[in-house]
């Protein structure tokens, strides 16, 4: 492994650590995933009343089936969307966060357009590119990538490192083409299910991590190999 790769490891290393030791729950941490199966909604909020109903905890239906719990969203020729405002803000660019993946779930019977925006000192920015949806399609894996090739500033006059060093607020919502603010309305009828969002690096980092563990362990194993075969001798 090259100096370069260890620092890089040890950095997520490090991060890793936080988030199973004792990072603050209102702070974005590398690795952290919203499964629902507490029964609640994990801060994730929205809906404007009838038409845009509030997000529920359905007990069943997840990616694994029976038992597994998941968040749905809904409209009825109203906004569909929802947003957090806490455990997924803070500093992104530190906790090297690079993308949010999240498993998509279209129930309704209507094609559903997404984007993911992300708010903070820089202004908003919004991915460039929608995610369709068709209906019935099933659960699947859906990344929202966070870099200045995949989002498009959407207000402010800042910029996206300003953004990403203090994110208030995550937004995911219908909004076909073309691209439009968090203020603007965009009408559907639609149901959506939501499960297992997660923080994730940039591509490739959990590859490294993992061949620098698996390094440390065959180091590891040699050692004590050649520590038995010296009390043998």
């Given amino acids: 492994m090259t100096r370069a790769a260890a620092v890089q ?19 974005i941490v590398l690795g952290q995933v919203d499964d629902f199966q507490n029964g609640t909604l994990q801060n994730w909020q929205g809906g404007s009343g009838s038409g845009s109903p509030a997000p529920i905890n359905l007990p ?8 597994d719990r998941y968040l749905q969203i809904g409209a009825l020729n109203s ?22 993946r999240f498993m998509l779930n279209n129930t309704g019977g209507n094609p559903l357009e997404l984007r ?10 919004t991915t460039t590119n929608e995610v369709v949806l068709a209906p019935a399609i099933g659960w699947v894996v859906v990344d929202f990538l966070l870099d200045s090739g995949s989002l498009t500033q959407t207000a402010g006059f800042g910029t996206l490192g300003q953004t990403l060093a ?22 559907v009828t639609g149901q959506l299910g939501i499960d297992n969002i997660r923080a994730l690096p940039e591509p490739g980092a959990w590859a490294q991590l993992g061949a620098g563990i698996a390094a ?8 004590s190999r050649r520590a038995r075969q010296a009390r043998a001798r």
Avoid: C, E
Avoid at 60 to 67: E, L
């Fill in 60 to 67: 069943n239906g997840g990616p694994d089936g029976m038992y």
């Fill in 9 to 27: 490891l040890a950095a997520v290393v490090g991060i890793l650590s936080i988030a199973v030791g004792a990072a603050p729950a209102t702070a």
């Fill in 166 to 187: 203090n994110v208030n607020t995550v937004l995911l919502r219908h909004d076909p083409d073309p691209i439009s603010g968090s203020g603007s309305g965009n009408p």
């Fill in 79 to 100: 906004h569909l969307g929802t947003n957090n405002t806490t455990q997924w803000t803070g500093n992104y660019t530190a906790a090297q966060v690079a993308k949010i």
């Fill in 216 to 223: 440390l362990w065959l180091g590891q194993r040699l050692r």
């Fill in 116 to 125: 993911l925006s992300i708010f903070g000192p820089g202004g908003t920015f």
